[in-house]
């Protein structure tokens, strides 16, 4: 008999609670106990991280992205925990699971974890949830449909950015004035300026000002 | 004495002439009034004036009449020199009656100074120039006075010629009647003291009677002399004396000196008992005629060096005008000066304050912006954490217990399967709204240009909690509000403050706009109501509209304003955009 470790990472309880269904749902047809560790918040998480072999045992890792930060900010966010995961080279699978939806983050996120599974909390339901899981355990990766999207998005366009363009944007989309970039990108304030001048014109936008630049960069699907 | 009042003006104007002839005026009135020294005194500082100016001809007028003056007082030396002064000037003029009179002057005077030849020969030029000017009285005069010196010569047969010559000049008794009379009596003693007695006690009588009806009194007494004269070659020594006493009287009367000296003398030689009282009364008075005579000639001649006294009086009295004129200028010019200086000054003061109101609505703009960028900022908080509480709260929870719902193993009919997949699906869209309101409160927001936008927005959404009027508002994104001057946009505000405070208080109007936007590099303010409207033309220049139209008139922009009675009204805006605005 197998064993099928699961970690859920979540502050929602009916979010886990319903992840907890679905995977004893899905186990219990094929005859394998499964194992659902939850963890509520980052502490217990990095506690049961460091001090135990729940995570180095687990086969599945669901991980929530918008979490607070753990004591002492050893992490800020599930995607802190993820990237240590990865750096741990643990065995599991990671799905995150997660409301987020602005293309900056998503795509931050696959580039720093890599997850074998990204659901977007909001686009599926129960049968999809299902399908998810039973597809990252066999043939992974399995993406709810808005990330999908923008790796569509991000594929048919021609325009390649590096990190600090996609920050510059994403900064820019906030309100950040162009003199506050500077304390969230490693730049200078002219290399800035060379990079926003640079964007304006991959994304062919003429008018003065970010608005036009932000929106242009939104529908490309970067936003 | 309207001669003084000239004078006292010429005086003052320092015109030299002008001076002069007041002057000569005066004197002339003098002469007439007989008062010799005053006209004596005026006629020298005339002379003076013209000789100062180089007016030869002026001057000699002034030599003839001061020569006159001397003959009169019997100064006949001086009168002489003055006449010759005369004569010079005038010999290189073409004056020929002034040309007459000196030599007039010169035979007379030369006559009784008993240069009798020399005498003769003025006269003779005399004549010469009254025939060129063909003047017949003076002819007739200069024929008499040529008669006089012949008589004087005792060549009375040339003297007789002359006085006849005289007399031939036609209608003398009419007009000069003085000289008829006196060659009537100067004829008729020529003749009886050439022992020709033909009608000479009747002419003598004759001429008599004429100066008596003229009144000339030394000729009165000069023909009372002469009838003597003749009464006493006739041995009637009692009509001699009769006479002689006659011509004393009157010589006393008028105070003739020549005439009384001559009769008393007369007298005295008749003899009788009085005649030692007439010697002496003769004697005693040629002395003091004499004394008085020097004494006249001297004050005369005093007089001519006080009337260099005059003249440097008036100078000293024209420079003191030229110096109260000149320190009255320098006055008035310190006075404009101080006049400029103060206008400057207050100008620099409207300038100043003209600066610190500017500043002031520069201020006063920065603070709205100030207080609008705290609401904003305040409002945006309330976004932020609205949203985020939506996305991280809501949003979580609902997807939770929907797939609660989802995953709970309810024994349900098939329609009511279907029922409750609808109603898990229509939560799941529910979702997808929350998330898209919470995304939407974050993010247009940053790229509004708030401030002058929302100040718009704030004062439109005040207007409309009076609930008179719905006022709406559009802002075209095209306008960089963020690029234009303050004291513009404050004025922008103040003018929709204006007409939309109108429109609520007059136009009873339900619906309002208020519109921005861009057009030809210029900024088109519509405001526009349906209310009452006015008729164009109408005393629609309020203060508020006058405020309106200097505020645009300021930033060179237009400003048009239609309106017809129960049509609404528009108010339509135009401000260019440059560099500045």
């Known amino acids: 008999m197998n064993t099928f470790n699961v970690v859920i990472v979540d502050d929602h309880p009916l979010i886990t609670d319903s992840y907890k269904t679905a995977i004893e749902k899905i186990f219990s047809s094929r005859n394998i106990i499964s194992k659902v560790t939850i963890h509520n918040n980052l502490d217990s998480a990095l506690d049961d991280f460091k001090n135990s072999t729940v995570f180095s045992e687990a086969d599945l890792i669901f991980l929530d992205i918008q979490l607070p930060p753990s004591k002492d900010d050893e992490v800020l966010s599930g995607e802190d925990l993820g990237i240590k995961i990865r750096k741990n080279k643990l065995s599991a699978k990671i799905v995150i699971s997660t409301s987020l939806n602005d293309n900056f983050r998503i795509h931050g996120l696959l580039k720093s974890i890599n997850p074998e599974g990204f659901l977007i909390k909001n686009d599926i339901n129960k049968s999809e949830l299902l399908i998810a899981i039973d597809k990252v355990i066999h043939t992974p990766p399995y993406y709810s449909h808005t990330v999908l999207q923008l790796m569509r998005d991000q594929v048919s366009s021609d325009i390649v950015l590096d990190a600090n363009d996609r920050k510059i944007l994403f900064e820019l989309s906030i309100g950040t004035k162009l003199k506050d970039l500077q304390k969230v990108i490693p730049l200078s304030l002219s290399g800035i300026e060379k990079k926003r001048r640079n964007l304006k014109i991959l994304f062919g936008v003429e008018e003065e000002g970010d608005r036009s630049l932000v929106l242009k960069a939104r529908e490309k699907g970067f936003l | 004495m309207w001669n003084k009042i000239t004078l006292h003006h010429s005086l003052n104007s320092r015109d030299t002439a002008r001076v002069a002839e007041s002057f000569w005026d005066l004197a002339n009135f003098f002469y007439k009034e007989k008062i010799l020294d005053s006209s004596y005194y005026y006629y020298n500082v005339a002379f003076d004036l013209y000789e ?15 020569a006159t003056i001397q003959k009169d007082i019997k100064d006949y030396q001086t009168s002489e020199i003055t006449a010759i002064r005369a004569l010079s000037k005038l010999r290189r003029l073409n004056k020929k009656y002034q040309l007459y009179l000196t030599y007039n002057i010169l035979g007379v005077t030369n006559n009784h100074l008993e240069q009798f030849n020399e005498a003769l020969n003025f006269h003779e030029n005399a004549l010469e120039v009254a025939e060129d000017l063909g003047d017949r009285m003076l002819q007739a005069l200069t024929l008499n006075n040529i008669g006089v010196v012949y008589k004087n010569l005792e060549q009375y047969p040339e003297a007789i010629r002359s006085y006849k010559a005289a007399q031939g000049v036609d209608s003398l008794q009419i007009k000069y009647p003085e000289l008829h009379a006196m060659l009537v009596d100067n004829l008729a003693y020529a003749r009886f003291m050439s022992k020709d007695s033909i009608n000479v006690e009747q002419d003598l009588l004759r001429s008599l009677a004429l100066r008596k009806e003229i009144d000339h009194f030394s000729g009165i007494a000069t023909s009372y002399l002469h009838l003597g004269d003749y009464y006493l070659s006739s041995s009637d020594t009692s009509k001699a004396l009769h006479n002689y006493m006659e011509s004393r009287e009157i010589a006393i009367d008028k105070k003739l000196n020549e005439e009384f000296l001559e009769s008393t003398l007369a007298l005295a030689k008749l003899g009788g008992g009085r005649s030692q009282e007439f010697y002496n009364d003769y004697i005693e008075k040629s002395t003091e005629f004499l004394q008085e005579e020097r004494a006249v000639k001297n004050r005369f001649a005093k007089i001519r060096f006080q009337t260099d006294e005059l003249i440097a009086e008036t100078k000293r009295l024209t420079e003191q005008r030229v110096w109260i004129t000149v320190v009255s200028v320098l006055v008035i010019m310190f006075l404009l000066l101080l006049y400029y200086l103060r206008v400057q000054q207050t100008k620099n003061r409207a300038l100043v304050y003209e600066r610190e109101q500017r500043i002031a609505n520069e201020e006063i703009y920065k603070l709205m912006l100030k207080q609008q960028s705290r609401l904003e900022e ?204």
């Not at chain 2, 429109?503 to 208020?514: C, D, F, M, P, R």
């Not at chain 2, 237009?558 to 135009?574: A, H, K």
Request: aromatic content about 8%.
């Open chain 2, 52 to 66: 100062q100016e180089n007016d030869d001809y002026h001057a000699a007028r002034m030599l003839i009449n001061l």
């Open chain 2, 378 to 581: 305040g409002r945006q908080q309330e976004r932020e954490r609205i949203s985020s509480d939506l996305h991280d709260g809501v949003l979580g929870r609902l997807y939770g217990t929907r797939l609660s719902l989802e995953f709970l193993n309810i024994e349900m009919s098939q329609e009511e399967l279907n029922k409750f997949s609808a109603l898990t699906t229509e939560l799941q869209k529910i979702e997808k709204e929350v998330r898209e309101i919470s995304h939407d409160l974050v993010s247009e927001n940053f790229f509004k240009d708030s401030s002058f936008v929302r100040i718009m927005e704030n004062l439109l959404e005040e207007r409309n909690k009076l609930g008179i009027t719905t006022f709406n508002f559009q802002n075209s994104p095209d306008i960089r509000w963020e690029a234009i001057n303050e004291e513009v946009k404050l004025d922008l505000y103040r003018i929709v403050q204006e007409a939309t405070q109108n429109i609520v208080k007059h136009s009873g109007a339900k619906e309002s706009w208020i519109a921005f936007w861009e057009e030809d590099c210029k900024i088109i303010l519509i405001i526009r109501d349906n209310g009452s409207g006015f008729s164009m033309g109408e005393e629609k220049k309020g203060i508020g509209l006058k405020n309106t139209e200097s505020r645009i008139k300021k930033w060179n922009g237009d400003f048009f304003i239609t309106s017809s009675p129960g049509q609404g009204t528009e108010i339509r805006i135009e401000l260019p955009i440059e560099n500045g605005v």
